[in-house]
């Protein structure tokens, strides 16, 4: 079992950055796919994107791709979305879940999940 802690959200204006991280515990983190979704208020949760146990593979939405970067640290046990170029349209509660999921764009097939981080763009 794994258990997420996401931080470095917060209130940032159109065209800021932010960088995400997700602190995992456990000692099997660095065997786990990772990924990061978002809800915002009233919508369905989406996916972000995602990142293969050892790094190699990464996914992304067409929506953030360009402008988000997922990186891992399994010396760290920690995986981070760098935010650049926000728009008032990414502000939600940002979320980091560990799998490996059968389909990872799907929320429901992640295994586990921190409390969230809010991430809100002024504009």
């Known amino acids: 079992q794994v258990q997420l802690v996401e931080s470095g959200g917060g209130l940032v204006q159109t065209g800021g950055s932010l960088r995400l991280s997700c602190a995992a515990s456990g000692r099997t983190f660095s065997s786990y796919d990772m990924a990061w979704f978002r809800q915002a208020p009233g919508k369905e949760r989406e996916f972000v994107a995602a990142?293969?146990?050892?790094?190699?593979?990464?996914w992304y939405a067409d929506s953030v791709k360009g402008r988000f970067t997922i990186s891992r640290d399994n010396v760290r046990n920690t995986v981070y979305l760098q935010m650049n170029s926000l728009k008032p349209e990414d502000s939600a509660i940002y979320c980091c879940?560990?799998?490996?999921?059968?389909?990872?764009?799907?929320?429901?097939?992640?295994?586990?999940w921190g409390q969230g981080t809010q991430v809100t763009v002024s504009s």
């Open positions: 990142i293969s146990w050892n790094g190699n593979s990464l």
């Open positions: 879940a560990a799998g490996p999921p059968v389909r990872l764009r799907v929320s429901t097939d992640w295994h586990y």
